[in-house]
């Protein structure tokens, strides 16, 4: 007597009918069978393999719906958790010197944190100097800024520039070409609470270099800051002195973003690593961001390194840093074991 063993596939669409394959009913698509003469769980060849392929098709499509469900279901929780955010988040990005990538920074978190879903709002609070819509590649499509709100020639919503591929994510500009310019503290809290009743949820501020009067009007309506800075000893001093300033206007949510860094220069010891300059500023870490000649190349494109279609190692430091802030992330890029290509992980293989 010859048994055979069905497959998981098979047998679980014979257990409906258990009662008719040891009875010696006749099966679908089979003769009659025994408990004497056949195996309970012997079917004939040609039932067999019309209900394994059947079997492995339902099986596939149950597979390929598992899968959409996860990926929907990780859309919908941070959906969600846009849509329960209660109160508007006001982050000021500062660091005292200029050049560490403050602006490149603001672009970047921006639209990772768009790209969640939430609604972001970006303001370049530099009055006389905006860059931020050269990244976002927005130059051309500025008419109004808010020096024009302010003096009445115009309505916010027509100040304020939505992006041209994530229309939750949008851009008002500070600058205008006037000598004198009358900003106050007070018109920049009357600014962000203009933006939240349209119902942003989030409120990036681009700080400018120093701290004269931009930088006490840019901080003046933050909740939280993050300061960016470089390991070099004189960013370093300078975002230590930011940090004083941010804590004596009441900004106790601080966080630090390290930028430009050269893990290379780390291990030759002529460059202070990442956890040197968070103990020298005693500032929680965010990220940090290593050096990548793609800032450039995205700069001039105007096109935010988080929306390459091949993420370099900076984006996917950022991408992470964004979710940290809102939560979502708690992992650090190892930026001294970057992901690196098949023909690189070949060659170390034949090279042990």
Sequence with gaps: MRSTVPSAGAASTRQAQPVALVSGQRARGGPAQTSTSR?????????????CAFARLRGSQQRASVKTAAFQGAEDDFAAS???????????????????????????????????????????ADIGLRNLDLLLGLENRILYTAIDILDGECRLDQALIRDKRWKNLS??????????????????????????????????????????????NAISPAKEALIVTT?????????DRVAGLLEANGIYNVKLLVNRVRPDMIQKNDMMSVKDVQEMLGIPLLG????????IISTNRGEPLVLQKQLS????????????LIGKQDYFVDLN????????????MFQN
């Design 288 to 295: 940090a961001i290593p050096e990548d000649p793609q800032v």
């Design 39 to 51: 195996s309970p769980f012997q079917v004939p060849a040609t039932s067999c393999s019309k209900r």
């Design 231 to 239: 390991p070099e000893i004189t960013s370093i001093r300078d975002a």
């Design 337 to 348: 074991n970057p992901q690196k290509g098949l023909f690189q992980k070949l060659g170390e």
């Design 313 to 324: 190692l900076s984006g996917i430091a950022f991408e992470n840093a964004a979710r940290r």
């Design 82 to 124: 846009a849509n329960d955010m209660t109160e508007a988040r006001i982050l000021v990005v500062t660091s005292g010197k200029g050049g560490v990538g403050k602006t490149t920074s603001s672009a970047n978190l921006g639209m990772s944190i768009a790209r969640l879903g939430y609604k972001v709002c970006l303001i370049d």
């Design 171 to 216: 851009l008002l500009s500070m600058s205008r070409n006037r000598q004198r310019y009358n900003v106050t503290r007070a018109h920049m809290v009357q600014l962000c609470e203009a933006i939240i009743a349209l119902g942003y949820q989030f409120i990036v501020l681009d700080c400018p270099a120093g701290i004269d009067v931009g930088f006490i």
